[in-house]
């Protein structure tokens, strides 16, 4: 699987929106990007993925670079509950491929109220 | 729908014991992960069940193993166990364990060896 790189950590004022950036050069075409979160004391959560075009969800939007080298995660405002740890990690799409996650380091997110 | 659900919480051992924690899927998930975490290597994927098969597996000794019954429920074990075994142990579960599918994780067992 190809690798991505995220900064170690962020910081963010509540109620303010957040841009979490991913790059990720050596994409392939069949990439899909996903990005999960780790609240504290938890489990890993799904937040969002794409392919290729701009993806919205409840939880946040996924920006993705037309040439696929970069994508970033936006929270539109952030709040306390957002404080996480934040892996934008890449999964093959293509139908042979098995499920598991390949987890980086991801980016320590905190949230001042 | 429940979600994943593992047990036990949390579990204290020594060297040289063996361990076995359990995780139970979500209803009509058929495929079960493991993942260690440690502050040092962070989250590593120690393998996947399928269908009661060990389809998918990490770079782990041994000494670590597992297996996926009937019903998806699905346990690992630890055997001689080592300090640096001290971890959390997440379970996830999807629906065919597709790298489309979405993982979704329990709460985790955390381990201590001493």
């Known amino acids: 699987d190809a690798k991505t790189t995220q900064p170690n950590s962020m910081e963010s004022n509540e109620e303010e929106p957040v841009h979490l950036p991913c790059n990720h050069s050596t994409i392939s075409g069949t990439d899909y990007i996903h990005w999960y979160r780790q609240l504290p004391s938890q489990g890993p959560e799904y937040v969002i993925h794409?392919?290729?075009s701009n993806v919205n969800n409840r939880m946040a939007s996924l920006a993705i670079a037309e040439d696929r080298k970069s994508s970033t995660l936006i929270l539109h405002r952030a709040t306390l509950r957002d404080a996480a740890v934040y892996y934008c990690i890449l999964r093959d799409g293509m139908e042979r491929s098995q499920g598991n996650l390949i987890f980086g380091k991801g980016t320590k997110l905190s949230v001042k109220p | 729908k429940a979600g994943v659900t593992q047990t036990p919480r949390y579990l204290i051992k020594t060297r040289g014991q063996q361990v076995t924690l359990s995780c139970s899927p979500i209803s009509g998930h058929r495929s079960v992960s493991w993942y260690q975490q440690t502050p040092g290597q962070g989250l590593q994927f120690l393998f996947e069940?399928?269908?009661?098969?060990?389809?998918n597996k990490g770079n782990f000794p041994g000494r670590f193993s597992g297996r996926q019954f009937s019903n998806s429920r699905s346990e690992m074990n630890v055997s001689t166990l080592e300090l640096g075994d001290s971890a959390l142990y997440l379970c996830?579960?999807?629906?065919?364990?597709?790298?489309?599918?979405?993982?979704?994780f329990g709460p985790g067992t955390r381990l201590t060896v001493l």
């Open positions: 794409g392919l290729t």
């Open positions: 069940y399928f269908s009661e098969t060990q389809r």
């Open positions: 996830a579960s999807s629906l065919n364990g597709r790298s489309t599918d979405t993982q979704y």
